[in-house]
């Protein structure tokens, strides 16, 4: 992680969740095999993107997306 910053490395089970700050939590729906699928509540004007969408240019997709 860039900047310093440390990672936190949490084991969850479906239906369990996290809280960030005061509003925003992540919730796991559903895993299947390598899949996990998160919920994640949030204020509207916080931003939510996937690293590969944050990372690239302009914030489009990169090709294979």
């Known amino acids: 992680?860039?900047?310093?910053m440390t990672m936190l490395v949490l084991s969850?089970?479906?239906s369990t969740a996290i809280i960030l700050g005061?509003?925003?939590?992540i919730?796991?729906?559903?895993?299947?095999?390598?899949q996990v699928?998160?919920?994640i509540r949030a204020?509207?004007?916080?931003?939510?993107?996937?690293?590969?969408?944050?990372?690239?240019?302009d914030n489009e997709p990169p090709d294979n997306a």
């Open 1 to 4: 992680i860039q900047g310093g």
């Open 12 to 14: 969850r089970t479906p």
């Open 22 to 25: 005061d509003n925003i939590e």
């Open 27 to 34: 919730e796991v729906i559903a895993i299947r095999g390598n």
């Open 37 to 39: 699928k998160l919920g």
């Open 43 to 57: 204020p509207q004007e916080v931003e939510i993107l996937r690293t590969e969408l944050k990372q690239h240019p």
